[in-house]
C-alpha cells in the first residue's frame, strides 16, 4: 500500500495512492481509518512530507563504502536531526551561506507505525508502518568543526524526505540513487549496510521509545558532491517513487 499526506482545496489530508489518483482517508494511516470517497488526481494535488515525526534518528557510518578504510561500527552510531529540518517533495532546500561544503546523502528511511520500546531485531520490523526516501543533507565543515551536529545535519530543510509510505517493503533488498541535475551520483544496496534497518530500530529502542510516525534514516553509501545554487537532487528508490528538491544558497 502507497500512502500519501497532501494538501488539496485548502486542507492537509492522507490518502492512499492508487495509479495516478489519491484516495483519501479518515485519519493517519498509523491510526484507525476509513477509506473516503474524496479522490484527487496526484497530479492535482500539493504532496507533503508524509510524516511529521517527533523524533529523527539518523544512522553514521552505516555502509562499508562511506567508512573510507576505517573499521566498521560494531554497533549502530546513531545521532538526532530535529523537526525543523523536514521538507516534503518540491520543497527548496536553503543552504546557509556561511555552511560552505554541503552535501546529499541518499537513504532509505524508515517510518515507525506503532509504539515501539525494548523491541528484538527479529520482531522490529512489524513496528515498521513502512519506508520513504530520505535525503539527509550534510554541512561537512560544520560536522569537522562542531562538537556535535546540531546545525550540520539538523538545519532548517536539511531533511527531505517522500514523497510516499509504501509499506510491505524489504528493507534488505532495494537501490537508492541521488542524482543532481540528472547525473547520477550515488548508488547504494542496502544489503550493504553495516547495520540492517531492524538492528538500528532494535537498538535504538532499546533506550527511546519510538512513535508513530517517527523516523528513522538508515545510513548512505558511496560518495556524495558538494551542492550548489540551482541544483536539482532527486533520490529514488524504485519500489517508493522519486524524492525531487532545489537547492538555493542564502
Same mark, same amino acid.
Given at each position: 500500500m502507497k500512502f500519501a499526506r497532501y494538501e488539496a482545496d485548502g486542507q492537509t489530508a492522507y490518502g492512499i495512492v492508487e495509479g495516478d489518483v489519491i484516495r483519501r482517508i479518515s485519519a493517519a494511516p498509523f491510526e484507525s481509518y476509513e477509506t473516503l470517497d474524496d479522490t484527487h488526481a496526484v497530479s492535482d494535488v500539493k504532496l507533503l512530507a508524509p510524516t511529521t515525526p517527533s523524533i529523527i534518528f539518523f544512522m553514521g557510518g552505516n555502509y562499508m563504502d562511506h567508512l573510507a578504510g576505517a573499521e566498521p561500527p560494531a554497533y549502530p552510531q546513531v545521532y538526532t536531526k530535529t523537526p525543523n529540518s523536514i521538507i516534503g517533495p518540491g520543497e527548496t532546500i536553503v543552504v546557509p551561506g556561511l555552511a560552505g561544503s554541503v552535501q546529499e546523502e541518499a537513504e532509505l528511511v524508515a517510518v515507525i507505525g506503532k509504539p515501539c520500546r525494548n523491541v528484538s531485531e527479529a520482531e522490529a520490523l512489524d513496528y515498521v508502518?513502512?519506508? =520513504?526516501?530520505?535525503?539527509? /543533507? $550534510?554541512?561537512?565543515? &560544520?560536522?569537522? +568543526? *562542531? %562538537?556535535?551536529? &546540531?546545525?550540520?545535519?539538523? +538545519? *532548517? @530543510?536539511? $531533511?527531505p524526505i517522500g514523497p510516499y509510505i509504501v509499506t510491505d517493503l524489504d528493507p534488505n533488498n532495494l537501490v537508492? =540513487?541521488?542524482? #543532481?541535475?540528472?547525473?547520477?551520483?550515488?548508488?547504494?544496496?542496502? %544489503? *550493504?549496510?553495516?547495520?540492517?534497518?531492524?538492528?538500528? /530500530? $532494535?537498538?535504538? $529502542?532499546?533506550? #527511546? @521509545?519510538?512513535?508513530?510516525?517517527d523516523i528513522i534514516y538508515t545510513g548512505t553509501g558511496g560518495t556524495q558532491v558538494d551542492l550548489r545554487e540551482g541544483d536539482v537532487v532527486e533520490i529514488?528508490?524504485?519500489?517508493?517513487?522519486?524524492? =525531487?528538491?532545489? #537547492? #538555493?544558497v542564502e
Open positions: 508502518l513502512g519506508y =520513504t526516501c530520505g535525503n539527509d /543533507i $550534510s554541512a561537512r565543515d &560544520w560536522q569537522a +568543526s *562542531d %562538537p556535535t551536529f &546540531w546545525r550540520a545535519k539538523a +538545519s *532548517d @530543510t536539511f $531533511s537508492i =540513487t541521488a542524482r #543532481v541535475n540528472g547525473e547520477q551520483v550515488q548508488h547504494c544496496r542496502t %544489503p *550493504d549496510m553495516v547495520h540492517d534497518t531492524a538492528a538500528c /530500530i $532494535s537498538y535504538i $529502542s532499546q533506550s #527511546v @521509545t519510538l512513535g508513530p510516525g529514488e528508490i524504485a519500489e517508493i517513487g522519486t524524492l =525531487t528538491n532545489p #537547492v #538555493v
